[in-house]
């Protein structure tokens, strides 16, 4: 059987694009790897052991975001979402009592049957600087999105210029979590007049 030069010369081009792009999913890509790789195990002697892919993920923090996420993401790496204002977290805008709408959310954790530990993956995303005080406040996992040159401190009214763009801004958020490889259940607050 004959095999002319032109055909060991595709060969060798097929077998180099295929290794080239066999490293770049293994190698380059963190987000691709994760669909080959084993999840974390677990052992009974030394708690639970981390494949080098996520000790390496988790030793170098992008960001802010990223180190937020990380914090509150579970073992499979999702996180209960929930976006708030100072109309939500400040106690000065509550009529009734010195309760939020921060305050029942969080409550709702601790009086549910077995919901206690998804308190430990709530991140609570600050859309202005006192929804983001009150949050360090208590403690949670929280993180303060800015969007430049909106004020999104207050109530705004449905489908005003405002609320569009706080809706916008949400949305482009949540995409941002799932290219970061991160699923979500994301809380949505409504009002009942």
Known sequence: MDISKTSILNLTILISLLVTGLLYIFLISPSSTSLFLPRTAFSACSGHNKS????????QP???LEHALRKASMANRTVIIAIVNQAY????????????MLDLFLESFWLGEGTRKLLDHVLVVAMDRTAYMMCKFRRLNCYRLV?????FAGEKLYMSE???????SRTIFLTDVLRRGYSFIFTVHTYIH
Do not use: C, L, R
């Open 52 to 59: 080098a892919e996520s000790a390496a993920h988790e030793a």
């Open 62 to 64: 992008q960001d802010d």
């Open 89 to 100: 977290a400040d106690p000065a805008n509550s009529e009734d009592s010195d309760k939020t």
């Open 147 to 151: 969007t430049e040159g909106v004020d």
């Open 162 to 168: 405002d609320f569009i763009k706080m809706m916008w």
